[in-house]
């Protein structure tokens, strides 16, 4: 068992609240990522393992995504999202997948191994403060262990109809540490969307970054591992970081939601 540390409430939210404050830009040159989308229920699962990239994020909302092949170094995907709207490029086919992040499940036109979402993984890497100000919103603290550490636990919870509070969103702040290293979010009936897991953290001007981040979406039916060597923090990004111009001759395709249709 590590040796746990002690903070009071105020100062776990004050720590996560200076991480929000402190990181403008993230990036990594050096990313190594694999995915996995299907469910084991239906028996179908596609995986791409251990393929490289990099990554660029700004905040509040963009990102930048680029995965490649790890014996050409051409790109096998990549994801680009200002706000709402975001792109996919799958160069294979030459086409570009155009959506939106606050879409639900998401009709990719017979490419289900397409089921990434750019939010999520903004959320996951760039997790907000907790801010209680915004509508009917709660905040518990619990301890919890587990055989290796003891954890803080804070949940952010809403009001539901009479005295029922339903969880959108759960910190566990490892103690040996006192930083995140697992995230959950769930949606407003309460049922888990995001299960994210942090580990081998390491300092980074002053704070303690993840190296290595997965991120399950058992809704959405999709798995994401990202492993990184380093990080640099608030680099100076170029205006047009984000700007995506479809490659020439490249198929846009609208995505439009499931069950949806116009």
């Known amino acids: 068992m590590l040796a746990a540390k002690t903070a009071t409430l105020d100062e776990l939210l004050a720590s996560l609240a200076g991480y929000s404050e402190r990181i403008a830009t993230l990036s990594s040159n050096s990313l190594k990522a694999s995915y996995t989308s299907g469910r084991v229920e239906s028996g179908r699962l596609q995986a791409y393992r251990s393929a490289p990239g990099y990554l660029l994020l700004r905040r509040p909302d963009s990102i930048l995504m680029?995965?490649?092949?790890?014996?050409?170094?051409?790109?096998?995907?990549?994801?680009?999202?200002?706000?709402?709207?975001?792109?996919?490029?799958?160069?294979?086919?030459n086409k570009v997948f155009q959506g939106e992040n606050?879409?639900?499940?998401?009709?990719?036109?017979?490419?289900?191994?397409?089921?990434?979402?750019?939010?999520?993984?903004?959320e996951a890497i760039l997790p907000q403060k907790i801010d209680l100000s915004k509508g009917d919103l709660y905040l518990s603290m619990e301890e919890a262990r587990d055989a290796s550490t003891k954890y803080y636990v804070l949940t952010v919870s809403r009001a539901a109809v009479g005295r029922v509070l339903h969880p959108r969103r759960k910190l566990w702040i490892d103690r040996s540490v006192l930083a995140v290293s697992r995230q959950q979010v769930y949606d407003e009936a309460g049922?888990?969307?995001?299960?994210?897991?942090?580990?081998?953290?390491?300092?980074?001007?002053?704070?303690?970054?993840?190296?290595?981040i997965k991120i399950d979406r058992?809704?959405?039916?999709?798995?994401?591992?990202?492993?990184?060597?380093?990080?640099?923090?608030?680099?100076?990004?170029?205006?047009?970081?984000?700007?995506?111009?479809?490659?020439?001759?490249?198929?846009?395709?609208?995505?439009?939601?499931?069950?949806?249709s116009g």
């Open 66 to 93: 680029n995965i490649q092949n790890p014996v050409t170094k051409t790109t096998l995907f990549e994801l680009v999202s200002v706000g709402d709207p975001f792109s996919i490029w799958y160069p294979r086919e």
């Open 102 to 122: 606050h879409m639900g499940e998401i009709d990719f036109e017979g490419h289900a191994d397409l089921t990434l979402r750019p939010v999520h993984i903004i």
């Open 191 to 212: 049922r888990i969307v995001s299960d994210i897991s942090y580990a081998r953290l390491e300092p980074v001007n002053n704070m303690l970054l993840p190296l290595s």
């Open 218 to 260: 058992p809704e959405d039916g999709y798995s994401l591992d990202l492993e990184f060597k380093d990080w640099r923090v608030n680099p100076e990004l170029p205006r047009n970081a984000f700007e995506f111009i479809p490659p020439p001759g490249a198929q846009q395709i609208e995505l439009k939601e499931k069950g949806k």
